[in-house]
């Protein structure tokens, strides 16, 4: 058995599979009877996809163009 | 030499070269927005100019997103490097133990909603995240983008920074959880609790 502090700890390492067996099922464990950490799981993966989603930034055209003439010359030399 | 001039093997190499790396120019600046903030042009110049040096090396044309992404980490460590920046290591702290989930439980930011956690999440839009980003120490904000931004596993991570498996994913648990701290703070700071406050 293992604490909410425990299983909150490991929650994000058990989202990206990088537990091993032995935790995985404690972790497991204690989300089969803990609904609050059930809830910090849930928070967890959308703070994952939050992440994910914010992950992106347009780039803008002027930028662009000056990254690209770069792009022109390094392909002239 | 000027264009051309190339033998044909050497121009198909300019133009899949070229064509890599103008697919990958959004994604670099991504993440080099995240790294050094507004010298994220020069960095991602610098990076298209070593890459272009080294492309011979690239073995796998398919895995060409993420050797210009190693490539642009090299830039941004030597662009801390050159400007002196220490790196700045969080003690362990509270910080470790700070539940978002619990912090937004406990303090009901927006009492007549019945997604209060989501709700809170929805007040930040990308400028409010990268300022977060910002804010968190580079040994830490590192692996966070990597991983959960650009896609990285973790081990691949540890990889690129020569540390063990155990120390990068130590950095990665401690730069979430200063997020979730830093995400509460800024929320604070810039009146995102307030009902009226949402998009």
């Known amino acids: 058995m293992i604490t909410c502090a425990e299983a909150v700890r490991q929650l994000w390492d058990y989202l990206d599979g990088i537990v091993d067996e032995s935790q995985r099922e404690l972790v497991e464990e204690h989300l089969s009877f803990c609904r609050r950490c059930c809830g910090e799981l849930e928070f967890a993966e959308e703070l994952r996809r939050f992440l994910a989603t914010h992950a992106e930034d347009d780039l803008p055209p002027t930028v662009r163009a000056r990254l690209t003439a770069t792009l022109d010359e390094l392909g002239q030399t | ?199």
């Not at chain 2, 300019?14 to 959004?26: C, G, Q, S, W, Y």
């Not at chain 2, 989930?101 to 809170?120: G, T």
């Not at chain 2, 994913?169 to 703070?185: D, I, P, T, V």
């Open chain 2, 1 to 199: 030499m000027r264009d051309g001039a190339y033998p044909d093997s050497e121009r198909a190499s300019v133009d899949r070269f070229r064509a890599l790396a103008e697919r990958e120019l959004p994604h670099l600046y991504a993440i080099a927005r995240r790294f050094v903030g507004n010298d994220a042009e020069d960095v991602v110049q610098e990076c298209l100019l070593r890459a272009y040096r080294n492309f011979s090396q690239l073995e796998h044309e398919q895995a060409g997103g993420k050797w210009l992404t190693s490539i642009l980490v090299n830039c941004c460590r030597d662009h801390w490097r050159a400007r002196g920046r220490r790196v700045e290591v969080v003690e362990l702290d509270e910080a470790d133990e700070f539940s978002l989930f619990r912090k937004i439980a406990d303090e009901d930011p927006f009492p007549y909603s019945d997604s209060v956690h989501l709700d809170f999440l929805h007040q930040f839009g990308s400028e409010d995240v990268r300022a977060v980003l910002a804010s968190l120490p580079e040994l830490y904000r590192v692996p966070l983008v990597l991983v959960h931004m650009a896609g990285y596993h973790v081990k691949e991570v540890a990889f690129m920074f020569d540390v063990p498996l155990g120390t990068m994913l130590a950095r990665l648990h401690r730069g979430r959880k200063l997020f979730e701290r830093e995400l509460w703070s800024y929320a604070e700071q810039n009146g995102l609790l307030k009902e009226g406050a949402r998009r």
